[in-house]
């Protein structure tokens, strides 16, 4: 099985690794150590010490806390509360819902009807990182997009306690 | 599948002698199958797999022999064919299939139907074809009916047996994508049907040949059933010839290994499959759920000539769930769809399997080894009566893909969060483009000729964003992912158009951190054809491609024809004429072109009358953006800008961008003034937006007054109709009360609800 080195994978998860080096690795057998090793450079990347469980998006995780809880985090520090409840909640949103807002991201006749399709842009109240968008019908609950099961990815696929 | 049609049972053909092996019949074969199944979660009980573990250098070379017949059936047989379809763009695969109809090995191509030409030779099984008409060495059956097992009825699928001794040992199964299917309206996705009898020809998994020989009265009648007989003839052929290649292969390997260890092979080959499956998403995903909702737009008001309760405009709901449970178990769930529909959308499940396959195999298990192992590692949950599983007979079916595309984005999207938390960052993508516009239409071609026109270009859209990178542009479709714009030289000469210009269309990529590939766009004129009509098929309304982690869907679709043009005359007085438009709100094809413009968001159109000289655009879609823009490398924008892939006012209004041209014309992005914009932009961000708390407040006396327009209230109505769990969780997120509705019960069109 591949292992790389974390010279590699930094560039990597930083879009700098060489298109050649890029394809060879997803052509190749998968690097079974390589959840470790993302997450090692992710922490030595965010500004706090709660340890990553597991990265949700670009800059979203979920982290444990010295007092034992387990919050969904920006990489800023902004904490969105419980990893199990949907973080957007915590989150700041602003709706595109006319033709007028539309139009700062698309031009003319080239985006949804907004009344049949609005755009929710989900931003950190902290960093105003535009962490999701989504694409709903008026009146769609806030879709909670991933939850995982923690208790089984660590105990029965990575083989070890749940920090 | 075979509950949508009577079963037949051939009581009185019995006293033949059963072909599967060991004395059973292909029906007892595929019930003890299925039962071993259940009972061991192996295939046929195979617990081990002594061939593969004792002799692998052998295993693998037989898998090899395989697997090589196929492809090379594949890549003689498309030669044979003069559609373009198959001969250009390569819209055909080969795969061969176990007795009871589990695919073993497939060839490149189309991937689709790993499991769809399993529907209808299990379709086949079950209905005792062995008995009546018969199974023997040298019969040719056929099927295009996505509720025996297939995508969409211009996926036309022929199968030869396979026999060793007085055994049947396997299928051959070849498919290719034809261009004229004869229904209602022209072209091979057609739009027009708004029930099964307008699908057009229908072989429903039919006998067609003996003896190696195709019967002349199914050649007369496919003849007198399509527009384009030449081609469908041809591309018969040409799966009738990559079968019989396939039949030789197989009957090679037997003489070279022994019928006992083929035997052994083709089973250990579909139980290493589904535990290949198993271990790769243990191996590369998360455990838990995943919903990515995603939403199409039917766009019919107003067409004359239906009737109606089909002449509406319907938005679509399509709430895509996966669950990755503790064991690898992958469960894809539609509860909630909305309900089938009077027009050529509605996707059985083979059809949704087809997706699901065509997706799994560049994304799970991207290699050689792909078969029914894989699906039978997987379920799903397809409710009744909806658009993912319509039941009902007359469900038309002939534009499944126009469900399915839109309706699958958010499988990419779930696999691609799972990857991202597993750290396999390369495999991240944000949603595909649509394979949109789908230009179709029929008539006379410049030489005279009945034709049924849609122009593969459509096979050739933006790809998602990746985590890492932009998405690829123009390259790809998702149902073919060796996709190929295909010359235009060629397509002018067999659809009544010349080319006017072929070009990237700015804007039509998501924007983020990483933008989706963009789209391009080709603009037509109508040539020398004495009857002609065309219509567009495509997004206009909603955002099928949504973006992820902080990126935008890309583009939704538009129309801009020109009906009446003063082309010809602009022609001869050697005038400028349009090749692009780049920019909807500054056209060039308004400036330069007089005439009747149809210039608008009605994306999916009856056909309607072009003349020689008429204007026809066609757009073709980008992929979903990825991240924040405000965190896009300037060299990229620059990039971005220099390309015509973006306009210059969108790098500043979405990515913050403060742009300018060089001396030489080059656009330049200034670094620092741009990292000033942006964080300008950020405080912008705080002072428009709300807390989602305070928001869902204000949201929540919406839903309940209703204040949302008829389309989407309908859309609602359906699914807490056809899911009381997808009404309760509606209910529950907005605190409604346990019977709320919204009022529109009597909108809904006639037809069985399954409610």
Not at chain 2, 28 to 37: C, Q
């Amino acid at each position: 099985m591949p292992a790389y080195d974390r010279e590699t994978l930094e560039m990597l998860l930083d879009g700098k690794l060489p298109w050649n080096e890029v394809r060879a690795i997803m052509s190749s057998f998968k690097d079974p150590d390589r959840f470790d090793k993302m997450v090692e450079i992710m922490q030595s990347r965010v500004p706090w010490d709660d340890r990553i469980l597991l990265p949700l998006g670009l800059h979203l995780y979920i982290a444990s806390k010295p007092d034992g809880s387990r919050v969904v985090k920006c990489d800023c520090g902004y904490e969105f509360g419980d990893w199990r409840q949907n973080w957007k909640l915590e989150a700041l949103i602003y709706v595109r819902d006319t033709e007028e807002k539309m139009q700062e991201i698309y031009p003319p006749l080239m985006h949804s009807n907004p009344e049949w399709i609005e755009l929710r842009e989900y931003y950190c109240p902290r960093c105003r990182t535009q962490l999701e968008v989504e694409a709903l019908p008026p009146g769609y609950p806030v879709v909670h997009d991933f939850q995982p099961d923690l208790e089984t990815f660590y105990k029965e696929w990575l083989n070890r306690d749940l920090p | 599948m075979s509950e949508y049609l009577p079963k037949q049972c051939g009581e009185t053909l019995r006293d033949h002698k059963p072909i599967g092996w060991d004395g059973r019949t292909l029906k007892e074969m595929l019930e003890e199958s299925e039962r071993l199944l259940a009972e061991t979660g192996c295939y046929w009980g195979l617990k081990t797999l002594p061939l593969k573990t004792n002799e692998p250098i052998r295993y693998e070379k037989i898998f090899a022999k395989l697997r090589g017949g196929l492809v090379n059936a594949r890549e003689t047989a498309m030669n044979i064919s003069a559609s373009p379809i198959v001969s250009e763009i390569g819209e055909l695969c080969f795969a061969f299939y176990t007795p009871e109809g589990d695919s073993v090995a497939l060839s490149t191509g189309i991937i689709v139907h790993v499991h769809t030409m399993s529907d209808a030779i299990k379709f086949m099984v079950r209905n005792d074809y062995e008995f009546n008409p018969r199974i023997r060495p040298g019969d040719i059956f056929s099927n295009n009916i996505p509720k025996i097992g297939d995508v969409h009825n211009s996926d036309v699928q022929t199968f030869v047996p396979i026999f060793w001794e007085d055994e049947l040992v396997g299928w051959a199964g070849g498919v290719t994508h034809v261009t004229d299917i004869g229904a209602s309206t022209p072209g091979n996705v057609p739009v027009g049907p708004i029930s099964s009898y307008e699908d057009g020809l229908a072989l429903t998994a039919n006998k067609i040949g003996e003896n190696d020989i195709v019967f002349r009265d199914h050649e007369i009648r496919c003849e007198q059933g399509v527009r384009t007989p030449m081609f469908w003839k041809l591309d018969e052929r040409t799966r009738i010839a990559g079968c019989h290649m396939i039949r030789d292969a197989v009957e090679r390997i037997i003489r070279e290994e022994g019928i006992d260890t083929f035997k052994q092979f083709i089973r250990e080959a579909i139980e290493e499959g589904r535990r290949t499956f198993i271990q790769r998403i243990r191996e590369t995903t998360v455990p838990g759920r995943y919903f990515c909702p995603t939403f199409v737009d039917l766009l019919f008001k107003g067409e004359k000539g239906l009737p109606d309760y089909a002449a509406v405009d319907t938005l679509s709901h399509a709430p895509l769930e996966l669950t990755i449970g503790p064991k690898g178990e992958f469960h894809i769930s539609f509860d909630g769809a909305s309900k089938w529909g009077y027009h050529s959308f509605n996707c059985p499940p083979s059809a949704m399997q087809g997706a699901i396959w065509v997706l799994l195999t560049q994304t799970v298990i991207p290699n050689d080894k792909v078969n029914d192992g894989a699906y039978l590692a997987t379920t799903h949950e397809f409710p009744p009566f909806t658009l993912a599983n319509p039941v009902v007979k007359e469900a038309a079916t002939g534009a499944a893909w126009g469900f399915l595309i839109p309706a699958f984005t958010g499988l990419v999207r779930a696999l691609s969060r799972a990857f991202f938390a597993r750290g396999y960052v390369e495999e991240v993508l944000s949603s595909y483009g649509m394979t949109m516009n789908a230009m179709q239409g029929g008539g006379k071609d410049q030489y005279g000729r009945d034709t049924g026109i849609l122009n593969f270009e459509v096979s050739c859209q933006g790809v998602g964003a990746r985590a890492i990178a932009d998405g690829a542009d123009y390259c790809a479709a998702m149902w073919n992912p060796e996709g190929n714009m295909g010359d235009a030289e060629v397509w002018e000469l067999l659809i009544p158009f010349i080319y006017l210009g072929r070009c990237v269309k700015p804007n039509s990529a998501g924007m983020g951190k990483y933008r989706g590939g963009s789209g391009y766009a080709s603009l037509y004129a109508v040539w020398k054809t004495p009857d002609l009509v065309m219509q567009n098929c495509g997004d206009g309304s909603v955002f099928p491609s949504p973006g992820i982690f902080g990126g935008y869907p890309s583009a939704s679709g538009y129309r801009h024809n020109v009906l009446n043009t003063d082309l010809l005359q602009r022609f001869a007085r050697k005038e400028p004429y349009p090749c692009r438009e780049d920019d909807p709100a500054d056209s060039e094809i308004s400036r330069l072109v007089k005439g009747d413009h149809l210039f608008d968001c009605r994306t999916l159109n009856y056909p309607y009358r072009m003349n020689h000289g008429d204007i026809y655009y066609s757009i073709y879609r980008g992929g979903g953006g990825l991240g924040d823009p405000l965190e896009r490398d300037p060299a990229l924008i620059e990039d971005d800008l220099n390309g015509g892939f973006i306009l210059p006012r969108y790098a500043e209004s979405v990515c913050g961008a403060e742009v300018r041209r060089d001396e030489s014309g080059l656009w330049r992005v200034d670094s620092a003034e741009t990292a000033k914009r942006r964080e300008e932009m950020r405080e912008e961000r705080a002072r428009r937006a709300v807390p989602v708390r305070d928001w869902l407040v204000s949201e929540r006396e919406r839903v309940l007054a209703g204040r949302m327009v008829k389309e989407v209230r309908v859309m609602y109505n359906q699914s807490m109709d056809l899911s009381a769990r997808w009404g309760r969780w509606f209910r529950e997120f907005w605190r409604l009360p346990d019977d709320f509705r919204f009022s529109e019960a009597d909108d809904l069109p006639p037809g069985e609800s399954g409610a």
